[in-house]
């Protein structure tokens, strides 16, 4: 068996596979085939893959011969034209969104796994990219907005007079929001935190947060750690509990995204107008959309005396240890398709790979994406 392991575009900086990562694909019997300098930006040199046991080729190389191609991005045109039909391709292609591109790569002939659309189930969890990448990005959020407030986080007591603690502000309480919690803590921040689940309380109480509660949530239990669609009558009271909370915040981090739709608006304009002058707005979900009214993803938008970030690249702000984890993410699920000989053992009867795969032998396989392309 041959892996090919692609250099992603910019802005991205991680790569599928470290060369630690291959040496475990060694003893298995897999060959694996780097492309130019794919881990440079993740200080992984050409080097370090070819004393792991990897060869350095084109990128032309990979899409004609490798049997399986790792890559986080989407492939362009160039590179559909390019790979073998039959080529299996695994990274985080969001279908739910890119779901004309899926139809494409299947008419195509080839097998796509798309890591966000694993089940989020306990045997799931060490193939959790999701999961390993939010983390990092709940940790990045709160120290890029420490570097922009203009203000302490924690109280001081001294001689000059005392500095009040920061008063931080986070929306939703997943992996991401939990790891903000912490973070946000540790530099001595008084938070507070909502969250539609209930479920998500003692979590957040254990790290030392308060737990804002709106009652009558929708049930999220079943949707995976994502967020819900919520009646009107619950987004009226969820508004009004937020504007309390917000106009007391100096900082205000957001996760809230719902699979395949666009994020829900939590802040309004008027929300932030309420704001004090120098606070901060991290919005982790501005590639779908965003949390707030303002926001831009990729851009920092300055309204009325408040910064708004609006960032879905955290995780590649920390591409070494990013692309370690996801890297082992990968390791992890390439054992359900390899066997232990290294050949390919595709077991549709497996629910994770089941529910992973999105296109095979033609035909575009998850119900889901199915039903948006038609």
């Known amino acids: 068996?041959?892996?090919?392991?692609l250099k992603e575009p910019a802005p991205e900086t991680r790569v599928s596979l470290l060369p630690e990562h291959v040496t475990f694909l060694k003893k298995w019997n897999v060959d694996v085939l780097i492309e130019d300098n794919a881990g440079a930006t993740a200080f992984a040199s050409n080097s370090g893959y070819e004393a792991a046991g990897a060869t350095i080729v084109s990128r032309k190389q990979i899409l004609e011969?490798?049997?399986?191609?790792l890559s986080i991005s989407n492939f362009t045109g160039e590179d559909i034209a390019a790979l073998n039909e039959n080529a299996i391709v695994l990274g985080v292609y969001q279908p739910l969104f890119h779901y004309q591109e899926i139809r494409n790569w299947a008419a195509k002939g080839l097998t796509v796994f798309s890591m966000d659309m694993l089940p989020r189930t306990t045997r799931a969890q060490s193939m959790d990219v999701l999961s390993s990448q939010a983390n990092i990005a709940g940790y990045k959020a709160v120290l890029t907005a420490a570097n922009l407030f203009p203000k302490y986080f924690p109280m001081f007591m001294t001689a000059a007079g005392s500095?009040?603690?920061?008063?931080?502000?986070?929306?939703?309480?997943?992996?991401?929001?939990?790891?903000a919690i912490a973070t946000s803590k540790r530099l001595g921040a008084v938070v507070e935190v909502f969250d539609t689940r209930p479920a998500v309380k003692e979590e957040?109480?254990?790290?030392?947060?308060?737990?804002v509660e709106v009652e009558g949530a929708a049930d999220a239990s079943k949707a995976g750690g994502y967020a819900v669609e919520q009646t009107a009558e619950f987004l009226q009271r969820q508004k009004a509990k937020i504007a309390e909370s917000v106009a007391k915040a100096d900082i205000i981090i957001t996760t809230a995204q719902i699979p395949g739709k666009p994020a829900p608006v939590l802040l309004t304009t008027d929300m932030i107008n309420a704001m004090k002058n120098g606070s901060v707005i991290i919005d982790l979900a501005a590639a779908t959309g965003g949390n707030t009214e303002l926001t831009k993803n990729d851009e920092t938008v300055h309204h009325n005396g408040v910064s708004i970030v609006g960032t879905s690249r955290?995780?590649?702000?920390?591409?070494?240890?990013?692309?370690?984890?996801?890297?082992?993410n990968i390791l992890n699920f390439l054992q359900l398709i390899i066997n232990k000989e290294g050949q390919l053992n595709l077991n549709f009867e497996d629910d994770l790979v089941k529910g992973t795969?999105?296109?095979h032998d033609k035909a575009v396989t998850n119900e889901r994406v199915k039903t948006l392309v038609g």
């Open 314 to 328: 955290l995780p590649g702000t920390m591409p070494s240890d990013a692309s370690k984890l996801y890297g082992k």
């Open 1 to 5: 068996m041959i892996i090919g392991v």
């Open 204 to 211: 957040v109480m254990s790290l030392g947060a308060r737990f």
């Open 65 to 69: 011969t490798a049997p399986i191609i």
């Open 163 to 179: 500095i009040p603690p920061a008063k931080m502000l986070i929306l939703g309480a997943g992996v991401a929001g939990l790891q």
């Open 357 to 359: 795969c999105i296109a």
